[in-house]
């Protein structure tokens, strides 16, 4: 099995990133799964704007999806799981996982579009599995979660599974408790 890590945790002592190690040891260290890290805050990301965005689509239209431009989709599509670990920031996660996400969407490696307009399956990934930390508690409904069921849904990847600790601020909770608690629920 291939795997991918995208790793948004951009503080070092990150509470998340110790989520996410407790996952892969449990998950994937001793079972033949060939993991590959991606620390998305090294890479060199920009958003894309109206000439980075007539680029791509004119590369989608040729098929010319071979280049370096495209080496994060190509290696996302690719993966028969991905691990992505993000903290919670501003009710979202960081903008550098937003414009990663930007450039992972490309027609043509990820998925594609169908004859109905719907999107085709070209990722190979089973399951996504994002992993958040946060200071407070995430809303039942958020909108986090939600726009990660819309990108599943846009690469027909069938399983998305959440894991969070929160509430590692709030005066009198034990963060280090809250945490074991989470890796245990792992």
Request: glycine share 10%; with cysteine; hydrophobic share 40%.
């Amino acid at each position: 099995m291939n795997a991918l890590f995208v790793n948004a945790c951009v503080r070092d002592g990150s509470r998340t990133k110790r989520l996410c190690d407790a996952y892969m040891r449990k998950y994937w260290l001793g079972r033949g799964v060939d993991a590959q890290e991606l620390e998305i805050c090294k890479e060199p990301l920009v958003p894309l704007d109206e000439e980075g965005l007539f680029r791509r689509d004119n590369d989608i239209a040729s098929g010319a999806l071979s280049g370096e431009d495209y080496r994060l989709a190509r290696g996302f599509a690719k993966a028969d799981e991905i691990l992505i670990g993000a903290p919670y920031w501003d009710c979202s996660f960081p903008a550098v996982l937003k414009v990663y996400l930007e450039r992972v969407c490309v027609n043509g490696i990820a998925f594609r579009y169908g004859e109905d307009g719907r999107p085709v399956k070209l990722c190979a990934a089973k399951r996504l599995v994002y992993i958040t930390t946060a200071g407070g508690y995430l809303p039942a409904e958020n909108s986090l979660e939600l726009y990660l069921r819309e990108l599943c849904g846009l690469f027909c990847i069938p399983e998305l599974r959440f894991i969070k600790a929160e509430g590692l601020d709030i005066r009198g909770n034990d963060p280090d408790e809250l945490l074991r608690e989470a890796i245990e629920g792992i």
